[in-house]
Structure formats: structure tokens, C-alpha cells
């Protein structure tokens, strides 16, 4: 049984669907729950129910908003793709440091193919776990933003809030 749960943040409603053993399957800037099945890879899904609170992944991004960046770096997330290059830059782009970002050819790199920049590019597409699996802190190669499931101007809120800078929605 998979349980679900959306808070209200600074950036919009945040909704994070959670296995039983705490897993994040499914995170994003969305009150649409459904939205969010649909990006669980079919061996990973299942029923779904409400709950008031999912527990430590909440409590994580709860801290990450006070200001606490790296809170959400140690909950477990459970995300397959049938391909080993993607899995392989979900791993690395948990490394990408709060208040860093990289561009999609660095990520590249780091991900160990400096000329997959287009599979680097599909990697952060294909994320179903945003916020845990930090998308947010790829950029194109001229610092722009380039492209967010959630929207830039979440993006954007995102990059700021982890560079200290005060912002509003």
C-alpha cells in the first residue's frame, strides 16, 4: 500500500507518494495525485490512499524549507527506468550540491558520458522524485533555466531558496 501526502509550500502544493517502508516512489509540485501515479514506474506501483502526513520524507522537506538544504539528501527514494544510464545519473544528480547547480554537459560528466547531454537532459525529464532527486539544479549551458516539469518559476523559488535568498511565491 503506497500512502500520499500534499503540504503547502512557498513554491505551490507539494505531494509525495511513499511506500510503506518510507521510500519516496513519486514527489512534485502538483496537488494531483493521479499526475504523479502515472511517473511510478509499473513494478512500483500500487493502491494509493491520503494520509495527513507521510512521516520522515515530510518532516525532511519541512526542514529543507526552514533552511536545513541538505534534509532531504538521506530519504530513500525508489525510482527504475529501464535504461542503466538514467539510473546512473538519478544516483549522481543526488550528489549535485544545495546552492550548485551544473549544467546539463557537467551533469553529463559526472554521470560518466560527457557526450550524453541529451541523456543527461532526459535523466531530469524523467525524474518522478523532484526535490529528492534534485532536477531542479541542472541548468543549460548558459545558466539558464531550461526546462521543469513543476514549472520555471518553481525552478527558479528552488535555486534561490538555496542560494539564501529571500523570496516569495
Known sequence: MLQYSTMTTPAGDFTMVVSEAGAVRAAGF??????LMRLIHPDL????RPVEDVGAPQAA????????????DAVPVEQRIGG???????KVMRDIEPGSPVTYTRFAEL??????VRGAASACARNPVALFV?????L???GGLGGYRWGLPVKSWLLKHEQGRS???
Do not use: N
Not at 502538483?30 to 499526475?35: G, K, M, N, R, Y
Open 45 to 48: 506501483q500500487g493502491e494509493v
Open 84 to 90: 542503466g544510464f538514467i539510473t546512473q545519473a538519478w
Open 134 to 138: 534534485p532536477c531542479h539544479r541542472v
Open 61 to 72: 522537506v519541512r526542514s529543507y524549507l526552514d533552511g536545513e538544504l541538505t534534509a532531504i
Open 140 to 142: 543549460r549551458a548558459d
Open 30 to 35: 502538483t496537488a494531483d495525485v493521479e499526475e
Open 111 to 116: 554521470a560518466g558520458r560527457p557526450t550524453a
Open 167 to 169: 523570496i516569495g511565491a
